[in-house]
C-alpha cells in the first residue's frame, strides 16, 4: 500500500518528542528561514534526517505546506506547489555513493528550482562523500547551501551528547563512568542512543554496545535463528521486499508467494506459517531493528539494513541475488561480501597447481593480498598453510603488505560508505590472523608509512590500539617525518589523539619541514584536536623554524574559532617570531573579522620590526584588508544570490 504523508508525519513526530536542539539544528534552522535550498551534509546516523524532520515539523505548525518526497523529480509530479511550500528530501543524489542516475534528474530539475521557486524551501540531508563527488556541480554544492554537522564548528558537544544520552536513559540510573565512556562514541551516537534504549539485551552488553554496535547488533539477529525462529524468518523476509514489507499485501502475487514460501522453508519455518505471524514478529522488533510507517516496515536505520544483509548474505546470497530489486542491491552490495571467498573453489584451484597460484599476480596483487583486503579470514589462512610470505610486498611504489592492505580497504568503507562499525569485526579478525602467523607490524610501505600510521591517519581507534598492543611503535613516522599523531591531528581524528597521547605519543615531535601535530591540527581547523593538545600540554607560543607560531597559523587561515581557543588559554597575541606578528598574518589575507579579533584582543598595530619599517607596513597592510572588507560587503549588496 502507498505510504501517505499523514503516515510520514506521525513518524517523525513520534521520533521528536527524543529530539535535542544542538548548534548543528540551531544553524540549519537559521539558514532555513534565510534560504530557499538547505543541505544537511554527514555520516550515516550522526542526526541528518532527526534535524530536517524537526525542523518540518516547526513549518507544519506554522501554516507551510510540507512535502516530503522520494527525490526532486517526485515533487515535479504534484505540481504545481502552492506558496510557502517546504519540500524535504533525503539523499537526491544518491546514498552511500554518488548515483548518476538520480544526479542527472537533479540537474534536469534545477533550472525549474532557481528560476520559478519563489515562496518553496527545500531542505535535503546528503552524505559528505556524495556531495563531495567531483561530477557535483551547481546550487547543491554551493558551501553556502551546505550545514556539515561533523565538522569541527557543529559536531556533537559532550554536553550535547550528554543531553542526549540523558533523553534516552534518564530512568536507567548509568553511572557516571558508563556516561564518560559512552560520549566518546564517535560514530552513529543519536542513533545508538535511540538502539539502546529500546532493547534490555543492548543494556545489558553497556558500554560495548556503543563500541561495536554492528558486532552487538549482529549478535543479537543471529540469534533469533536458534532461538526465534519468527524474528529470523520476518527479517529475511523484509531483506527480500526491498526494505518494504506490507503484511496485508502478503501474498498479492506469483513472485511474492515465492518468496514467502522460500523464506519459510530456508528458515526452518513451518509451511502454514500465516503472514501475520510474521507482522506480529516484526511488530514485537518495532522501535528496535524495524519502524512502521503506515501499514508498512522497513529497517529502523542503515546500519541494521546494513548488518542485516551482511547476515543473510552469507547465508542466502542467491535468494537475494534473484529476488532482491537491482536498484535496492545497488546501494548495499559490496565488492567485498562477493570476494566473501568460497574455500571450496579455493582447493579446486590450489590441488593440483599450489606454487602456480600462489605466485599468480592480478595486477600487482599476489592471492594473499586480494584475500587480505576483502578480510577473508577462510581463505587467508588456506592460503598461509601453505606457507605464504605474510610480509610480501605488492611489486609498485606503493609496496603494500597485506596488514597495510586488509587496513586500507576498512578505511575506504569508512570514507565512502560510511559502514565502517559493520565492518570493523571482519577487519580486526584479518589483521589478528595476520599478526599471528607472524605480519611485521612495524614494517613500512606506502612511502614509508607503517600499518599504525595508516589507520591513525583516517580514525580507526580500535585497530590502533590493536596494534600498539601488539608492539607498534608509536614514533616511527613516514619519510617526511609524519608519525601517528601527526596524521590523527591533521585529519580532524580528537578521539585517535587522545589514545595516542594515552599511549605515551611525543606532542611535540616534528616532521621533516620543522611542524608539530598542534601546527597541523590549527592549519586544518581542528579545534577540538587542537584542545586536546593544548590540554596536554602543547606549547601555545612555540615558533616554528619558518617563523611561525600556532596563533600566526591560525590567523591565516581564518580559523576563527581555533584562534578564539588560542587567544582564551593565553596564546600571546602580539607574538613577533621571525618578522612577523598574527595581525599581520590576517591583513596580508584581507580576513577582516580576523583583524578586528585580534585587535579587540589587544594586537598593536604600532608594532615595528628591527629596521623600523615594520609599522609602515603594518599600516598598508591593514588599509588593504579595509578596502578588500568593504569590497565584499559592496559586492554582497549588489549581486542578486542565485536563490533569492
Not at 178 to 205: D, G, M, R, V
Not at 246 to 260: G, Q, R, T, W, Y
Not at 323 to 330: A, K, N, V, W
Request: hydrophobic share 40%.
Amino acid at each position: 500500500m502507498p505510504i501517505v504523508a499523514q503516515d510520514i508525519f506521525e513518524e517523525w513526530q513520534e521520533e521528536d518528542k527524543f529530539f535535542v536542539p544542538t548548534k548543528a539544528s540551531e544553524q540549519v534552522e537559521n539558514k532555513t528561514k534565510h534560504q530557499l535550498l538547505v543541505t544537511v551534509a554527514g555520516k550515516s546516523g550522526s542526526g541528518k534526517s532527526a534535524i530536517i524532520h524537526h525542523i518540518a515539523l516547526k513549518y507544519r505548525e506554522m501554516g507551510w505546506a510540507v512535502t516530503p518526497v522520494m527525490s526532486v523529480k517526485r515533487f515535479f509530479m504534484v505540481w504545481p506547489a502552492i506558496n510557502k511550500t517546504l519540500v524535504v528530501i533525503n539523499d537526491p543524489i544518491g546514498k552511500e555513493s554518488f548515483d548518476e542516475l538520480l544526479y542527472n534528474s537533479w540537474q534536469r530539475c534545477e533550472e525549474v528550482l532557481t528560476s520559478n521557486l519563489k515562496e518553496v524551501k527545500f531542505l535535503m540531508t546528503c552524505r559528505k562523500n556524495v556531495l563531495d563527488h567531483s561530477r557535483v556541480k551547481g546550487i547543491i554544492s554551493d558551501k553556502s547551501n551546505i550545514v556539515d554537522i561533523d565538522c569541527d564548528q557543529y559536531k556533537l558537544t559532550d554536553d550535547e551528547k550528554r543531553q542526549i544520552l540523558n533523553r534516552y536513559t534518564s530512568n536507567m540510573n548509568l553511572s557516571e563512568k558508563e556516561c564518560a565512556e559512552i560520549i566518546e562514541t564517535e560514530f552513529y551516537f543519536p542513533l545508538l542512543c535511540k538502539l539502546y534504549s529500546s532493547k534490555n539485551k543492548c543494556q545489558i552488553k553497556g558500554v560495548r554496545f556503543f563500541r561495536e554496535p554492528s558486532i552487538c547488533l549482529i549478535e543479537e539477529i543471529s540469534g533469533y535463528r536458534q532461538t526465534i525462529k519468527e524474528k529470523y524468518c520476518a527479517l529475511f523476509l523484509l531483506t527480500l521486499f526491498n526494505n518494504g514489507l506490507c503484511i496485508n499485501d502478503l501474498p498479492a502475487n506469483d513472485l511474492s508467494e515465492n518468496k514467502f514460501k522460500r523464506a519459510l522453508k530456508l528458515c526452518g519455518m513451518a509451511k502454514n506459517t500465516s503472514p501475520e505471524a510474521i507482522g506480529n514478529n516484526l511488530e514485537s522488533l518495532k522501535g528496535f531493528l524495524v519502524k512502521k510507517i503506515g501499514d508498512t516496515y522497513h529497517f529502523y536505520h542503515d546500519l541494521v539494513l546494513e548488518v542485516v544483509f551482511d547476515i543473510f548474505g552469507r547465508h542466502f546470497l542467491a535468494e537475494i541475488i534473484e529476488y532482491s530489486d537491482i536498484g535496492f542491491l545497488r546501494g548495499i552490495v559490496t565488492l567485498n561480501v562477493c570476494c566473501n571467498g568460497s574455500t571450496i573453489l579455493v582447493d579446486i584451484f590450489l590441488k593440483d597447481h599450489v606454487d602456480e597460484y600462489l605466485m599468480e599476480k592480478w595486477d600487482v596483487f599476489y592471492p594473499i593480498h586480494i584475500a587480505s583486503v576483502f578480510h577473508n579470514a577462510k581463505v587467508l589462512t588456506k592460503l598461509i598453510q601453505f606457507d605464504v610470505d605474510v610480509n610480501l610486498q605488492t611489486e609498485n611504489e606503493s609496496s603494500w603488505t597485506p596488514l597495510s592492505l586488509a587496513i586500507v580497504n576498512e578505511t575506504q568503507k569508512v570514507d565512502e560508505f560510511n559502514h565502517g562499525n559493520s565492518r570493523k569485526m571482519l577487519c580486526l579478525s584479518t589483521i589478528d590472523l595476520l599478526v599471528k602467523k607472524g605480519a611485521d607490524i612495524n614494517l613500512s610501505c606506502n612511502y614509508g608509512n607503517t600499518a599504525l600510521n595508516i589507520s591513525c591517519c583516517n580514525g580507526q581507534d580500535s585497530i590502533a590500539q590493536f596494534l600498539l598492543d601488539h608492539g607498534a611503535d608509536i614514533k616511527l613516522g613516514d619519510i617526511e617525518g609524519y608519525s601517528p599523531l601527526h596524521n590523527a591531528a591533521q585529519n580532524g581524528h580528537d578521539s585517535t589523539v587522545k589514545l595516542l597521547l594515552k599511549n605515551g605519543a611525543d606532542f611535540n615531535s616534528y616532521n621533516k619541514y620543522g611542524f608539530n601535530p598542534l601546527y597541523k591540527a590549527i592549519q586544518k581547523g581542528h579545534y577540538r584536536v587542537v584542545k586536546v593538545l593544548l590540554n596536554h600540554g602543547a606549547d601555545i607560543n612555540l615558533c616554528s623554524k619558518y617563523g611561525d607560531t600556532p596563533l600566526d597559523i591560525a590567523a591565516s587561515q581564518k580559523h576563527d574559532s581555533t584562534l578564539q581557543l588560542l587567544l582564551d588559554q593565553g596564546a600571546n597575541v602580539n607574538s613577533f617570531c621571525k618578522g612577523t606578528v598574527p595581525l599581520a598574518k590576517a591583513c596580508q589575507k584581507g580576513h577582516y573579522e580576523i583583524v578586528q579579533l585580534l585587535l579587540h584582543k589587544g594586537a598593536n598595530i604600532n608594532i615595528c620590526g628591527e629596521d623600523g619599517r615594520y609599522k609602515k607596513d603594518m599600516i598598508e597592510l591593514y588599509k588593504y584588508c579595509l578596502i578588500e572588507e568593504l569590497t565584499q560587503i559592496y559586492v554582497a549588496n549588489t549581486v542578486i544570490p542565485l536563490l533569492l
